[in-house]
């Protein structure tokens, strides 16, 4: 019985292959099937392994800041289950415009090219959920994504000095600058001392230096609050420079849309 591509059925050939007066008959594919499998299936396991070292970095990651790299809460977040509330929460044109330009700004983005984003809302405008959106699709391309409250890193941070430890802060300095993309998460919230005043700094400038995309979100009167800190100058001066690209959300809160009345 003539032999067929498993793949395609098409009948294999009788290729003749001659060595002086004797001759060798040899059936080989028609086709390119065992080819192309062959090349996908390779492919398939560089993925896996691209994949393995993907996870196994931001395992490391986590491990070095002692904490997940978004809260539970937010990585369940993405584009297109956000999109489907719309109309079950209602959506101001100034909020679709805002999620679009996340979209897009998630399409587009570059380390090396992209500014970051400056979100600026009233508490629950959905600031946050559109930057974790914005992480999902990073991820999605290989980039490695933080997203954390600044009080919460600042707070890290003076712990790593004040107790004994496994973390130093010279490593955190180091690991942020690993990341691809970081959102600092309501800053302006965060308490004020001359030691955490230091800190802020030295991590906005470790961002800055390496090349880190950095996006902020906060409410006006933190915002406004930050601005009235004389020693912050520098801070914010820095700031302007990493997030070009404001974006105000004008749209009132959505916690509480969908409660339902038993």
Avoid: H
Wanted: hydrophobic share 35%; glycine share 4%.
């Amino acid at each position: 019985m003539a032999k067929v591509c498993s793949i395609c059925g098409k009948p294999y050939k009788i290729q003749v292959f001659k060595m002086g007066e004797r001759s060798l008959d040899i059936e080989l594919p028609a086709c390119n099937c065992e080819a192309i499998k062959f090349e996908e299936e390779q492919k398939r396991k560089e993925k896996v392994r691209e994949w393995e070292r993907i996870e196994k970095k931001v395992y490391s990651l986590k491990r070095q800041l002692n904490c997940p790299l978004m809260s539970p809460l937010f990585q369940e977040k993405t584009f297109e289950k956000v999109a489907k509330l719309q109309d079950s929460i209602g959506w101001s044109s100034d909020y679709k415009e805002n999620f679009q330009k996340c979209v897009e700004y998630a399409k587009n983005f570059d380390r090396y090219s992209s500014g970051g984003l400056f979100m600026v809302g009233k508490t629950g405008s959905g600031k946050t959920t559109l930057q974790a959106c914005i992480i999902k699709e990073l991820e999605r391309k290989g980039k490695f994504c933080l997203l954390i409250q600044f009080s919460t890193l600042l707070d890290l941070m003076i712990e790593s000095i004040n107790f004994n430890v496994e973390t130093s802060i010279f490593q955190y300095y180091n690991t942020l600058a690993q990341f691809d993309y970081v959102v600092l998460d309501d800053i302006g919230r965060e308490k004020y001392t001359d030691k955490r005043l230091e800190i802020a700094f030295r991590v906005i400038d470790t961002l800055m230096n390496n090349k880190v995309v950095v996006s902020l979100t906060g409410n006006p009167e933190c915002i406004k609050k930050l601005t009235s800190i004389a020693e912050y100058k520098a801070i914010i001066d820095r700031l302007k420079d990493l997030c070009p690209n404001e974006m105000i959300f004008k749209n009132e809160s959505f916690r509480g849309r969908n409660v339902k009345k038993f």
